[in-house]
Each structure stands twice: as C-alpha cells, then as structure tokens.
C-alpha cells in the first residue's frame, strides 16, 4: 500500500533509463539554477530574520531531498518568499529554537497529509484564496524591505504593517542616499539583463557586480557582515531542546507551515506539468516535502517548499528530470564551501532590491484585476484574504478564506432557483453523440463549476480534446461559475489550442457568459465558437472540420 502512495519520480526515471543527451542537459540546467537560488536564498534568510547561512543549507538540504524524492520531474525545493512572513513573526514569539521544533512537526503534519492521500485535495482551494494571500504575502514582503532599501538606521522594526510604515515615514530624512542608489541599480539588473543574457540570472550578476564596486570604492552602506558577520562555510547538526509539555503552542504554526508548503509546492508542480506535459505525483510531493522539513532544521534550516520560479528556470534551461535539482543542490554547495566568506561583502540593499523584485513578480496583480471584474463572491473572498494576510496574520486569513469560500457557495447554491433548461436548447434536434462525425468530441458539465470541482472538470475536458480536432463544452446546465472554475478552464483551453485544437461552448446562461466574458475566456474561445444552441455548435463544428 505505502509503494502506491510513496514513488519517487527520480527512480521510476532511472528504471525506464535516462538518455546521455538529457543526463547532460539536466546536470546543465541545475548549475544555472544553482546560481539562481544563491541570492535568493540568502536574500528570503536575510528577510526572515535569520541569518544567510540558513537559507544556504535550506536550498542544499531540502532542495536535494525534494528532488531525490519528490513526485515531480522537475520540482525544486528551497526556502521562498511565501514563508518571510510566517518565519519573521515565528522568531519574534518563540525564537530560533521555536521556528525549528514548528518546522519539524510541519514536516511530519506533511508526511501524515501523503499518507491519508491528501495531495489532490490541497490543489481544491479557491483560486481568489490562493491569489489573495499570495498578493498579500509579497505586500508584507516589500514593506520589510524598505528600512534596507533606504539604507535606514532603525534598530528594531515593529512586526505590524502599519506601525512599520509610521516608522519609515518618521525616518525617512535619514535615507542612505547609497544605498537607494544601489537598489535602483539592482532592480534595473534584474529586471532587464534578460534582454542581454538569458543564461545568468540578472540577480546573480547584480550581487556580484555591486559588491565588487562597493569593496572597491569602499561604499558607505550596510553589507551581510554589518548584521551577521562572517557566513561560515560548514555544516552543523544540533538536537533542539524539546519540552513535551510546551509542543502544543507550536501545532497552529506547524499546521500554518504545512499547509503553505503544501499549496506551494503543489502549486509548482501544476505549473511545471502545463510546462512539460507531465503529470507529478502529488502525494509523493508531499512526503518528500515533509521529510525534507523534518531534517533540514537540525542542520540549521528554515521551512522549505516546491519554488516556482526557480522550477521554471529549471524547465526553460533544458532540466527535465530530478538530476537537475540534485545537481542545483550540489552547485551550492560547492559554492558554500569555496565562496562563503566573500558572500559576507554582499550590500543589504542588493538584496533589498532582488527581494522588491520577487514581491512584485509574486504580487500576481494581473489576476488580482482579472478577479475584482468578476463575482462579489470571489472579491470578498480575494480582498478578505489579501488584507488579513496583511493586517493581521496568514494563518487567520487562509482559516477565514476557506470558511468564506464554504460559506458562499453554499449561500450561491441556495440562490439558485430549481434549474430550467432554456426553452431553445430543450428543443435540440441532436441529443445523441452517436450521430456527431469522427473528430468532433463533446463533453458536458452537469452542475456549478466551483473551486471543488474546476480541477477535475478541467483535467478531463484537456483528456477528451487532446484525442479530437475539435471539442463541444455543453454549459446548459452550469448555473454559474466562480474565479477557480475559470482559471482552471482558461488553462485547460489553452493547451488545447497549442496542440491546434478548436474549441467550441454551446448552451452558456447569461450569468455564465458575462462571467465568461469578465475573465477573457470568450475572447480565448472567439464569441463565433460560442452558440445558444448545441445543434448551431455541431454545424459550426462540421463546418470548420471540413
């Protein structure tokens, strides 16, 4: 039974054998990652309170464990921005030893949630949830920033989002008029080194140009060494000190820990599998992402989960198997151990803007838009997240939202009226798919389409179009749709029309449409492949499959 539920991706590979060409292309494109996430990585340490070396064995650690046995072919592992948050205001209750007992419970709550095969059902949660708290997250992440950024003195930051502002504004006269400048600088690096290089990362060429200059001219900013000292070059396990009478304290951010890994790196490997064509083992992902969090900490680790940009990095540089993320580990390691004590040069406003960087790719503002033009339930459910996540704490807010999201559909469903079929689509002369030529296929949804079921709608509409020229979304009996339903089917529809398959929808209900209409899926689809009725869909479909 634990074979079916734990199958590293890595060894099923190397049992169906892995060619020369793709060993060399993955070991490739996990050097390229390596030199991505080494910024990063010290950059989400430095963020969260703790001190470079930690996010640096996180990425070798966690990152190798997740790849040696995850459930994804590409997934890479380390500490990302999403955690900031939870691990600055983890430190500031119950300090070090704290963050690493909620870590370690987080891993084994992880483990047990791949056991009880609770992989697909954290993929369920609303789309407006998860885009709420994620827009909320790089928020708080750009608001930490700001005292390095300026180059401010401020000895200790409060942890509220609002006091933090009045004390930047306070402080504001004080601007490093350095340090802003080299922020500036580094987000132009980052941001459009792209168009010279696409091969080393702007953040890594940022973090090695203005250290150079700053050492050189001897700049008068604040560096890693100011805050932190010297980054040792070496490994050091610990046993943290465990009273069973306080582990109580630490289940709600264990769970809070649990849970946003598990959205994170599922969410990674989603993106990963639309990348590549696969499909990742989610429960499989699961576990090694728990065990992943159960060891790192002992040897001075942060909270580590699935990061999709540099997943994506691995996929854009040819990695298509986990040697890339193994080897990305390794990079890293031989990095620490050679190049640690230059690191300790680094300006904290190189950081500063490598992380506004990060909090602006992660903000997702676009679909943040894309859902304040559709329903006022998915808004309430976005705007209730996103400033809980940060006014008060993601832990309340990803607890509300899944309430809110519960409780609104249920009051959705309740305002549905006993469904009626419009008296034009009663009147289809072709009810059976029997008579439908070969090459047109049509699938139909009975029923809402909502957060719970969008992912399994949207599977299976890309299953039945990858085997047809064209495909038939029969909406007759949708009554309406929310943000998850439509996001998922603008992916689904999307994949289908890579592979230059048509799509068509026939039967959609005002509501439906407008929503449609909203979210930009009618413009994806063409309003001409949009018909009131089947019958008018299958003479259109004949038509253009001719």
Do not use: C
């Not at 083992?281 to 999709?308: C, D, K, M, V, W």
């Amino acid at each position: 039974m634990f074979q079916n539920i734990f199958q590293p991706k890595l060894f099923t590979l190397l049992k169906e054998g892995i060619s020369k060409e793709q060993l060399v292309a993955d070991i490739f494109a996990g050097i390229i990652v390596g030199i991505v996430a080494l910024p990063l990585a010290i950059a989400f340490a430095v963020a969260s309170g703790v001190s470079p070396e930690r996010g640096l064995v996180t990425a070798i650690i966690a990152g190798f464990i997740i790849s040696f046995l995850g459930g994804s072919r590409v997934q890479i592992g380390g500490p990302t921005g999403a955690y900031v948050v939870i691990i600055y205001a983890l430190l500031e209750q119950y300090g070090i030893e704290g963050l690493i007992i909620s870590t370690i419970m987080a891993g084994i709550i992880l483990v047990i949630f791949g056991l009880l095969r609770l992989g697909m059902l954290l993929r369920y949660f609303p789309h407006p949830l998860i885009v709420g708290f994620t827009s909320g997250i790089a928020v708080v992440i750009f608001s930490t920033q700001i005292k390095d950024a300026l180059g401010l003195s401020i000895e200790k930051l409060p942890s509220e989002f609002l006091d933090k502002w009045l004390v930047y504004l306070s402080n504001i006269t004080q601007t490093n008029l350095y340090a802003l400048a080299i922020t500036i600088i580094t987000i132009l690096i980052v941001v459009y080194s792209k168009h010279i290089t696409t091969k080393v990362p702007g953040s890594f060429i940022a973090v090695i140009f203005i250290t150079m200059i700053v050492a050189l001219f001897d700049i008068p900013v604040s560096t890693i060494e100011t805050f932190f000292g010297s980054i040792p070059n070496e490994f050091h396990f610990s046993i943290p000190t465990i009273e069973l009478a306080n582990l109580s304290m630490y289940i709600a951010p264990a769970l809070t820990i649990a849970l946003l890994g598990g959205i994170e790196s599922l969410l990674s490997a989603v993106v990963a599998d639309g990348m590549i064509g696969t499909n990742h083992r989610s429960n499989t992902e699961l576990i090694a992402q728990g065990i992943a969090n159960i060891f790192t900490p002992f040897f001075g680790g942060i909270p580590a989960t699935g990061a999709i940009a540099r997943t994506a990095t691995n996929v854009k540089n040819g990695g298509r198997t986990p040697i890339a993320g193994i080897t990305h580990a390794i990079t890293l390691l031989l990095i620490m151990l050679l190049f640690a004590n230059y690191a300790k040069l680094i300006p904290m406003a190189v950081l500063a803007g490598i992380l506004i960087v990060v909090s602006y790719n992660m903000s997702e503002w676009r679909s943040f838009v894309s859902i304040l033009r559709g329903s006022a339930f998915d808004i309430i459910v976005l705007l209730s997240t996103f400033f809980l996540t940060v006014i008060i704490d993601l832990t309340v807010a990803i607890e509300v939202g899944i309430v809110l999201s519960s409780l609104l559909f249920m009051k959705r469903m309740a305002d549905i009226e006993t469904a009626k079929t419009p008296k034009e689509l009663d009147e289809d002369s072709i009810e059976h798919y029997t008579d439908i030529p070969e090459g047109i296929s049509v699938y139909e949804i009975g029923g809402p389409m909502f957060f719970a079921s969008a992912k399994q709608y949207a599977q299976t509409i890309k299953d039945i179009g990858l085997s047809s020229k064209v495909l038939i979304i029969r909406m007759r009996y949708v009554p309406f749709v929310d943000a998850t339903a439509i996001h998922n089917l603008s992916e689904a529809i999307k994949t289908l029309q890579n592979d230059s398959i048509m799509v068509m929808m026939s039967g959609t209900n005002n509501e439906v449409f407008k929503e449609l209409q909203k979210y930009g899926v009618v413009s994806l689809i063409g309003e001409k492949n949009i018909h009131k009725t089947f019958a008018k869909a299958v003479e259109h479909a004949k038509n253009m499959s001719r």
